[in-house]
């Protein structure tokens, strides 16, 4: 699966030379490769690359890798996570390292991550999210009123600009932002988390994952987002559910990975009130990568 907008055909380039030689055939959605003129890989329709494959490789950033994991969430297979994004917090790679991870993955150096999803239904639809599910004010529509149940139990209500449904792979996106706790990808929960609350619950709240939560909206007309996709309005009365799916994604890991290192500075440095030229500047020089942009003379 390919970014829609940045140009992977380099990437693909090397995926292709190396499927050559390992008795693989590589595929991608017709758009993509009719949109990149993309030689070596067979097009197939969106149902096939769901259903038919045994394994995706996302070039993008963390919304491709999410996108290449909803897409297969009904039949799983392995996901390799490739950064060509800003951030790529979920990635395993980077661009420069993809050669080293096919190469890893050919000589059984990795291993396959399962991952939860969250299982989102209201009114006559049914989505899943494996970050979150954000119910978020429109401007003029009022602001996100709604009551949380957990377990057919009312819990409390909510009055605020966003309500955050997070999964503990997505508690370090929106979740985070809005002040809630990092979990482990590998721990078991779900995170409510309401930003800028005006009334009501004003922290975190976090439930098992045998525990369906609903959420009915009792004020406002907010926007629906699943995994940062915008997915339409809801409207005073409607209920949201949302319930929790083990082993729903795999994640490929390469042995020896510096992954989870490099997500933990880049949380980090998400603190600083610097912008990323100005970062460049605390490296010295001889750390300094080649193609990183020179710090301004001193005046």
């Not at 149902?47 to 909803?70: C, H, K």
């Not at 007309?221 to 559910?241: F, H, K, Q, T």
Request: proline share 8%; net charge negative; with cysteine.
């Amino acid at each position: 699966m390919l970014h829609p907008v940045r140009n992977c055909g380099g990437a693909v380039g090397q995926v292709v030379a190396w499927t050559s030689t390992h008795d693989v055939e590589l595929v991608a959605g017709a758009a993509d490769v009719e949109r990149l003129g993309l030689q070596g890989v067979t097009p197939v329709d969106v149902e096939e690359l769901a259903t038919g494959v045994d394994g995706l490789i996302a070039l993008g950033g963390d919304g491709t890798l999410l996108g290449a994991m909803r897409l297969v969430a009904a039949k799983p297979v392995p996901v390799l996570g490739v950064n060509f994004g800003r951030l790529g917090f979920l990635t395993e790679v980077e661009a420069r390292e993809l050669d080293g991870a096919l190469t890893a993955m050919a000589e059984g150096r990795s291993t396959i991550e399962p991952r939860s999803c969250l299982v989102v239904r209201g009114p006559g639809w049914e989505a899943v999210a494996f970050n979150d599910v954000v119910l978020a004010r429109v401007p003029g529509q009022g602001q996100v009123e709604g009551v949380l149940s957990v377990s057919g139990r009312r819990y409390g209500r909510y009055r605020c600009d966003s309500l955050i449904v997070s999964s503990p792979m997505g508690s370090t996106a929106y979740n985070y932002a809005a002040g809630g706790p990092v979990m482990s990808p590998g721990a078991e929960g779900v995170l409510v988390t309401p930003s800028a609350p005006m009334s009501g619950i004003s922290r975190t709240v976090m439930v098992g994952p045998a525990e369906p939560l609903s959420l009915e909206i009792t004020g406002g007309r907010p926007a629906m987002e699943i995994d940062g996709v915008w997915s339409g309005e809801c409207a005073v009365g409607d209920v949201v559910e949302v319930t929790t799916r083990p082993d729903a994604g795999l994640l490929v890991r390469i042995t020896d990975s510096r992954a989870a290192d490099r997500s933990r500075v880049k949380l980090s440095l998400l603190d600083l009130p610097l912008l990323p030229d100005e970062l460049v500047e605390l490296v010295p020089d001889d750390l300094r990568p080649p193609h990183a942009p020179q710090p301004a003379p001193a005046d």
